[in-house]
């Protein structure tokens, strides 16, 4: 089984990124991460995005509030962020906590700073499968392992499992987007063994550690695995049982090193591509 790193399709977006910041001739796009409270998932990906800014040559600042910070407050706060001239892009760490109104921010937020796709304009494009808008970076970021492996999509049987809107649901449009003819299972699905074995690529994006073993793979399929999980002794696993499918899948992501790595660098990639156009050159 072949083993798909994150890394190699990071370096890849990186020389694309670095091309499109030649373009911007001196000016460095700049990014706000913002953050209500101290989640560890939330801290741990802001460190990711923070490092992965600064590797590809971009500006990053993380705006942090107070996890009882009133809807109000934090409405204000936002507003001030979202009209910042000096802000090209904006990732939004979610969940919110319960008092904040998330719909409200994910109207609120500028469809052209909204880099991690949460805004109604940008979700209506990837659902209209149109090339515009950003798309959510986890989505995006499966694409982009897909094809920096010359994996095609057309006409292949994809299962994807899991339909949120962070991640299943946007997926299987960008998914379809490439004519793959995609399946949707979530846990609900009848006979999801079956339904997954069938599929020439499956991907995990459930959030239930290791989950995915051999009765769920067919032979030679591709996984790919999008779960960030914590396992029974503390350790970072994915959704997929990888040593597992060892003589089964023919190739598959690890998790840590496979899709999370390349998320980054897709908020990287968008992040330059808000700035180009928001200084009126072709994004
Ligand atoms: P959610 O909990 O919002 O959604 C999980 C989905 O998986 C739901 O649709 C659920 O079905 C389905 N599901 C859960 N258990 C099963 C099961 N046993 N069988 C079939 N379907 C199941 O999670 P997210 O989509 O936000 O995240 C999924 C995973 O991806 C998490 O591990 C998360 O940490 C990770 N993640 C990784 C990122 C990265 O950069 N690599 C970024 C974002 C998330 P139902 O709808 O029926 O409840």
Do not use: W
């Not at 790193?5 to 370096?11: Q, T």
């Not at 977006?13 to 939330?42: H, M």
């Not at 892009?89 to 949460?118: A, N, S, T």
């Amino acid at each position: 089984m072949i083993t798909l790193k994150g890394a190699v399709v990071s370096a890849k977006i990186k020389e694309e990124v670095t091309e499109l910041l030649r373009e911007l001739a001196g000016t460095i796009p700049r990014l706000a991460i913002v953050r209500v409270g101290e989640r560890p998932d939330d801290m741990a990906y802001e460190r990711g995005a923070l490092k992965k800014m600064e590797n590809f040559g971009l500006q990053a600042e993380s705006f942090s509030y107070p996890a009882d910070i009133s809807d109000e407050d934090f409405q204000a706060e936002f507003k001030k962020i979202n009209e910042n001239p000096g802000i090209d892009g904006i990732l939004l760490l979610r969940p919110l906590p319960k008092q904040i109104h998330e719909r409200d921010i994910e109207r609120m937020i500028l469809p052209e700073k909204d880099l991690d796709g949460i805004s109604p304009e940008n979700i209506a494009r990837v659902f209209a499968g149109e090339s515009e808008g950003f798309a959510p970076c986890t989505a995006e970021a499966v694409i982009e392992v897909l094809k920096a492996n010359d994996i095609s999509l057309t006409g292949k049987r994809v299962a994807v499992v899991g339909r949120s809107m962070v991640v299943g649901r946007p997926l299987s449009m960008l998914l379809l987007k490439e004519n793959a003819t995609v399946t949707i299972c979530h846990t609900r699905t009848k006979e999801i063994e079956k339904t997954c074995q069938n599929a020439e690529i499956l991907i995990a994006a459930a959030g239930q550690a290791k989950m995915i073993d051999p009765s769920y793979v067919g032979a030679d399929a591709v996984v790919i695995d999008v779960g960030i999980n914590v396992d029974n002794d503390g350790n970072l696993c994915g959704d997929v049982d990888f040593e597992s499918l060892n003589g089964v899948a023919s190739m598959a992501t690890p998790v840590p090193g496979g899709v999370g790595a390349v998320t980054t660098a897709v908020l990287a990639k968008h992040l330059v591509m808000a700035a180009r156009k928001r200084r009126g050159s072709r994004a």
